[in-house]
């Protein structure tokens, strides 16, 4: 069975400030994918990140971050230099079974981004 | 950018009758999932789609959900009879290999 946990529910932050939103997962499986998605006010969820658990390098796009860490089963993202429109929820979400591809998505509870002006 | 499209993005029913939902995924994917999100809550997975047919389905699909790709374009869930509980936003997806890409939700309502 697989699991994520995202502990902290809700954060509020300041425009401008550093946060980071953490992601522990469990899985037997030795090939898996991570995944972060945004759930705007408007509700849909998009796609931000997909990392391998063969690749263990972090990643950065734009004031995006992601630190990957077998050793802590963790997928940490952050983001630099907050803004308003980062407000949202954020789910983390994790992929593993037999299959190469077309596996289900298991989503962590999500963190409530809020940041102010 | 191609996307995922739902329609209809809300819809209210009366417990116990049928709903449609319908999706049309991103052209050349081959793999479809239908999610769902209680108000507030995580979102849940239902079923997967590859090839004509279910390649796996949680505890959530049961007898009253069925899932059909009845063209080339189209995928849909249907809801036989449904329930208060089912009231639910209702994310269709698709993908190629490994990312998922969602559609912007059908929001059910049941009454």
């Known amino acids: 069975a697989q699991k994520v946990t995202q502990a902290q529910t809700e954060i509020s932050v300041v425009e401008k400030e550093d946060v980071t939103l953490d992601c522990v997962y469990e899985t037997r499986d030795t090939t898996y994918y991570l995944f972060w998605y945004k759930q705007p006010p408007s509700g849909e969820l998009v796609f931000l990140i997909r990392r391998n658990s063969f690749d263990e390098q972090n990643e950065i796009s734009g004031r995006y971050s992601w630190n990957f860490q077998k050793s802590t089963s963790s997928f940490n993202f952050t983001i630099t230099a907050s803004q308003v429109v980062d407000s949202a929820v954020y789910f983390c979400?994790?992929?593993?079974?037999?299959?190469?591809?077309?596996?289900?998505?298991?989503f962590g509870g999500g963190t409530r981004l809020m940041v102010k002006p | 950018e191609p996307e995922v499209t739902q329609t209809p993005s809300h819809q209210v029913t009366q417990m116990g009758q049928e709903v449609i939902l319908r999706c049309v995924p991103i052209s050349n994917h081959l793999y479809f999932y239908w999610y769902r999100q209680i108000l507030g809550q995580k979102v849940e997975f239902l079923v997967s789609?590859?090839?004509?047919?279910?390649?796996?389905k949680s505890e959530i699909f049961d007898d009253q959900f069925s899932v059909e790709r009845p063209d080339g374009s189209n995928f849909t869930l249907k809801i036989r009879s449904t329930k208060l509980e089912d009231s639910a936003m209702y994310f269709c997806?698709?993908?190629?290999?490994?990312?998922?890409?969602f559609g912007q939700g059908t929001r059910l309502t049941v009454v």
């Open positions: 979400a994790l992929s593993a079974g037999p299959n190469n591809a077309g596996n289900m998505l298991t």
């Open positions: 997806a698709s993908s190629l290999t490994y990312e998922a890409f």
């Open positions: 789609f590859y090839n004509n047919e279910i390649s796996e």
